[in-house]
């Protein structure tokens, strides 16, 4: 296995679960409700990774996880579980992926401090909760929370939506991933007091793909009451697949497999790199992409989209933060891309039309945002057209719809450039999470400014801080954030300077908003 896992002879489990237990040294001990658990102690915080909160998903392929099989002796907790299989350089893959991380203060009963649990990004297809940048340490020791990171099923082996091809068989598959998550947050509600957490102040938080999974849940009447507060980082999901259109791409993925629709056994027996190597088809709805995989309308987990017609009634009520950066496709986009930096006029609309992901016209687009921003080069507009167009959009349409309904809702726009190469790549995708974790010297990282990255890191974690513990974000050390709602939509920009502006971008959000917002895959 991907995971090491020291037995600890003489510890039983039959004591009360959810308590902590006394054991020979000094590590921490804890009592779940499958067996008992031993941490360690990194710079005052316990930490236990690799969690098991599920079983072996390799023998649930495609259906709904299953809770763990307890166990009596002592399981060491050190090292992080499994990773979903992926493309990539992801250490210790596994189909046996379903692990979690804590960080506390303290691992024992009545803390009752808040927790927050946080998503990881990679579109659905890449990405664990194990990564040097979500390191919870710090997190936990400024706020005095409880920090939880999540590995699930990703990509075809979380998304794949099988369920009008093979009922019988795979009734779930489309949603397999989003399952694991409930199991997690069910797991955290039954366990987490006996790691000093509070189950009835849980807050999820997550960047990108990890945004989009909380958008998800928040539509998901099997997650209702597992968290009490909300904070997406460039990541939306306004609408999920549709049914048919997921079916296409199963059926597009199982004749890159040489698989019949139908035949279950062959696709349980086929050994999880054959379906690695077949990520990369092409997309039946969008060719010239690799196959989407996301969060499925199968009518079993999602019976509604997640923001759309409107936002989801069942969380209207939990408080949110929703978060963009100002520059996202900088890196999206210009890493792959850097000529684009440099595109001359005549080049620009074509530029846009390939990337923007919207029916408009690209000339119109140059025009307008030229007439607004006389003095900004064509790169520098193609990247914030293909911000607002692409990348911004859904945030607007899920905070206005959260608007409409009166929920508690906070949103912010992150400005601090990235220091590297001199500020060229803005303030770009994944930027604020090493601000919001206090990672700033972790891989990955992308800190601004030395005279300006405490006071920022210190004002965007103390305000996912203070929505855990209260259910607002406002704190001693930020400016007044009011409420987002309409016209006003009021926005805390945390840049150089931290202050609140009433619809920036008004212009860019005015001229998209003319055309419909279909989420990119579904």
């Known amino acids: 296995m991907p995971h090491r896992r020291e037995v600890l002879l003489g510890l039983s489990a039959s004591a009360a679960a959810g308590s902590s237990f006394a054991a020979p040294g000094g590590d921490p001990r804890v009592l779940t409700s499958f067996g008992p658990v031993v941490g360690i102690t990194e710079q005052g915080i316990a930490v236990f990774r690799g969690l098991r909160y599920g079983a072996d ?6 259906a709904r996880p299953r809770t763990p099989l307890p166990w009596r002796d002592a399981v060491r907790a050190t090292e992080y579980g499994g990773a979903s299989p992926q493309r990539g350089r992801e250490p210790g893959q596994s189909e046996d992926c379903l692990f979690l991380n804590v960080w506390t ?8 401090r808040p927790v927050m649990v946080y998503l990881h990004g990679g579109a659905y297809n890449t990405g664990s909760g194990s990564d040097a940048l979500y390191e919870g340490i710090r997190l936990a020791a400024r706020g005095d929370v409880v920090v939880v990171t999540v590995n699930h099923r990703l990509n075809a082996f979380g998304y794949l939506s099988l369920g009008r091809l093979m009922p019988e068989a795979f009734p779930d598959s489309g949603n397999a991933g989003q399952w ?8 955290i509600r039954g366990n987490i007091r006996a790691f000093g957490g509070d189950p009835g102040r ?3 938080f997550g960047q990108s793909g990890g945004g989009a999974k909380i958008a998800t849940l928040m539509a998901t009447p099997a997650a209702k009451g597992l968290f009490h507060a909300a904070a997406t980082m460039s990541g939306q999901q306004v609408t999920a697949s549709g049914p048919l259109n997921a079916q296409k791409r199963a059926e597009a993925f199982l004749a890159r497999l040489g698989i019949t629709p139908g035949d279950a056994a062959a696709l349980l027996a086929l050994p999880a790199e054959r379906f690695i190597e077949a990520l990369d088809t ?3 709805v969008n060719p010239e992409h690799p196959l989407y995989f996301g969060p499925v309308l199968d009518e079993r987990m999602l019976m509604r989209h997640p923001f759309w017609p409107d936002a989801p009634a069942q969380s209207s009520a939990i408080p949110m933060i929703l978060g963009n950066t100002r520059d996202e496709t900088r ?11 440099d595109i001359s006029w005549a080049d620009l609309p074509a530029a846009l039309a390939r990337h923007m992901r919207t029916d408009i016209d690209p000339g119109a687009v140059v025009s307008a945002y030229r007439a607004a921003y006389p003095d900004r080069s064509p790169g520098e507009i193609f990247f914030d057209a293909a911000t607002a167009a692409r990348s911004w959009r859904g945030q607007v349409e899920e905070a206005d719809a959260r608007a409409k309904e009166n929920g508690p809702t906070w949103v912010y726009r992150f400005d ?3 220091a590297e190469e001199n500020g060229r790549w803005g303030a770009p995708h994944t930027v604020d999470i090493g601000y919001a974790f206090l990672n700033l010297d972790k891989p990955g990282a992308m800190p601004g400014a030395a005279d300006h990255v405490g006071r920022v890191a210190d004002r965007l974690s103390g305000a996912f801080i203070s929505l855990a513990r209260t259910g607002d974000p406002n704190h001693s050390g930020l400016p007044l954030w009011p409420r987002y709602s309409l016209p006003a939509r009021a926005t805390m920009i945390f840049g150089a300077e931290t202050s609140v502006l009433n619809d920036p971008r008004s212009m860019e959000r005015e001229l998209f908003s003319k055309v419909p917002f279909i989420q990119w895959g579904t």
């Open 202 to 204: 849980v807050m999820l």
């Open 105 to 112: 203060p303290e691992a024992r009963p009545g803390g009752d």
């Open 180 to 187: 694991d998550l409930v199991l997690a947050l069910e797991w």
């Open 57 to 62: 998903t390799a023998r649930t392929r495609f």
């Open 282 to 284: 092409p997309d039946p």
């Open 331 to 341: 890196t999206l986009i210009g890493r792959r891309e850097p000529e684009l930096f």
């Open 416 to 418: 601090l450039p990235w």
